[in-house]
């Protein structure tokens, strides 16, 4: 059974310094791996995905995602944080090979602080 | 690229009363839709999955004859909140995939108040 596990609820950064928001799944065939952005009140924008091509994958915003299949993470990350990406940030795994579903991690909130 | 909307975005009605949200893809024909529900700072939630012209496979604890899912296009699924109580209030939204793609695009979201 796929699973996806976020590993903080809420992190907060400073703004101009990285932004690392965790996330291991499990899988038992090839997964794609999304993270998506939701802000307040606001529905859900696709940050970035993996489909089993390039391990580091750039999205929009500045953000990027690396998938290590040793350690079944898709990280996000940001080199330096805006005020405008306080939000709330779920990553999702999904097997097309498998069933239809897509599974969603409890989600990260990211504060920004000036 | 991809667009899919959701209508009305808000809705408020009394208990007991049917709702309906409608959702459509605006430029490409989506095989398969999703619905979610989603609690406050809460994660998504999948509903249900609908195919096109058959059936829709609800999740466990999800009640099929009070959620009544409609896929009767490749651009529309509907979903209607049958005889709705305050518990159903909640932000209600759907997703729709094209054939062959690993994606699925969302729409805004509709937020259900049941006074």
């Known amino acids: 059974a796929q699973s996806v596990t976020q590993l903080d609820s809420h992190v907060s950064v400073s703004e101009g310094t990285p932004v690392l928001l965790r996330c291991n799944y499990s899988?038992?065939?090839?997964?794609?791996l999304f993270w998506y952005v939701q802000h307040p009140n606001k529905g859900l924008q696709l940050l970035l995905k993996?489909?089993?091509?390039?391990?580091l994958v750039k999205g929009i915003n500045g953000f990027e995602a690396e998938f290590k299949k040793s350690e079944t993470s898709f990280h996000l990350t940001k080199p330096s944080a805006h005020m405008s990406d306080a939000a709330e940030y779920f990553c999702?795994?999904?097997?097309?090979?498998?069933?239809?579903?897509?599974?969603f991690g409890k989600g990260t909130r990211l504060h920004i602080l000036p | 690229g991809a667009v899919v909307s959701q209508h009305p975005s808000r809705v408020i009605c009394k208990s007991g009363t049917s709702v309906k949200i409608e959702c459509r893809s605006l430029?490409?024909?989506?095989?398969?839709m999703f619905w979610y529900r989603q609690f406050p700072k809460q994660s998504l939630m999948l509903m249900a999955t609908?195919?096109?012209?058959?059936?829709?496979?609800?999740e466990q604890g999800v009640e099929k004859d009070k959620f009544l899912i409609n896929h009767a296009s490749l651009t529309l699924s509907t979903l209607t909140v049958t005889s709705a109580h305050p518990e159903d209030s909640s932000f209600y939204i759907c997703?729709?995939?094209?054939?062959?793609?690993?994606?699925?695009?969302f729409g805004p979201g509709t937020r259900l108040t049941v006074t």
């Open positions: 609908s195919n096109e012209g058959s059936k829709a496979t609800y």
């Open positions: 430029d490409f024909q989506a095989t398969t």
């Open positions: 993996y489909t089993s091509a390039a391990t």
């Open positions: 997703s729709a995939r094209a054939v062959k793609s690993v994606e699925q695009y």
């Open positions: 899988s038992s065939y090839s997964p794609s």
């Open positions: 999702v795994v999904s097997d097309m090979n498998r069933d239809d579903k897509i599974i």
